[in-house]
């Protein structure tokens, strides 16, 4: 079965410098989600989106952008990059239904910040 | 506010020695709660969902179980290969998303030795 496909698998940037990390949702979903994971931590929700809307914003900074695409597709866009960005980043997509909604996650994206 | 603490933070078994995982949570209004497994520098990888108390569910070695302030997952005769981040969710009801986010434990960390 299709899965959440992320890229670039792992990137690394300078300070000050901009990334951008895409997400591929599971075909037929409509919700994406961002989360962020630093070393030894739980994942923390940045931002989701249903139907190409943005739904609902977690502790994601000023600097970070994200949006859905027409194709569902995601990207996150980060500026003015922080050592303290340095984590994985996950991107999950559901199917929202009448209870819960069963999110599946990605395989994330490695961001080291130097 | 949602949240939640899972306990221990981590736990060694020997092969074969059953036991079980702890997820104390407090959520406005329970749309569900998910188990997933978490193998070092990967996607979390989605297990279990249950909606309400009283529910349980299986899998292989593993069993989840729900009440109202908390959830257990037993895991039984546990192997090497078990060895993993278990980490368990909330979505809620609460605020004006109805996308259900996760709220995030901090994870047990579960080592099988042979």
């Known amino acids: 079965a299709a899965g959440v496909i992320q890229s670039p698998r792992h990137l690394i940037k300078e300070k000050r410098e901009t990334a951008t990390l895409k997400c591929y949702p599971i075909?037929?979903?409509?919700?994406v989600y961002w989360y962020q994971q630093g070393p030894g931590q739980d994942p923390q929700f940045l931002i989701s989106?249903?139907?190409?809307?943005?739904?609902d914003k977690g502790s994601i900074p000023d600097r970070f952008s994200a949006q859905q695409f027409s194709d569902y597709h995601s990207e996150l866009n980060m500026s003015s990059l922080e050592l303290g960005d340095s984590a994985l980043y996950f991107c999950?997509?559901?199917?929202?239904?009448?209870?819960?909604?069963?999110?599946?996650f990605g395989e994330g994206s490695w961001l080291t910040v130097v | 506010e949602d949240q939640v603490t899972q306990s221990p933070e981590a736990l060694r078994l020997q092969e074969g020695e059953s036991s079980s995982l702890n997820c104390s949570y407090t959520?406005?209004?329970?749309?569900?709660l998910f188990w997933y497994r978490q193998d070092p520098g990967k996607g979390p990888e989605f297990l279990f969902t249950?909606?309400?108390a009283g529910e349980e569910k299986e899998k292989e070695r593993l069993k989840a179980t729900l009440t109202k302030k908390e959830s257990f997952l037993h895991i039984t005769a546990p192997k090497p290969e078990d060895s993993a981040t278990y980490l368990c969710?909330?979505?809620?009801?609460?605020?004006?998303?109805?996308?259900?986010?996760?709220?995030f434990g901090q994870g047990t960390t579960l080592q099988v030795k042979p």
């Open positions: 999950a997509s559901s199917l929202q239904g009448m209870g819960g909604n069963t999110i599946y």
């Open positions: 075909p037929r979903h409509d919700t």
């Open positions: 959520v406005s209004g329970l749309r569900g």
């Open positions: 249950l909606y309400s």
């Open positions: 989106f249903y139907e190409k809307m943005q739904s």
């Open positions: 969710a909330v979505q809620g009801r609460g605020g004006s998303s109805n996308t259900g986010k996760l709220i």
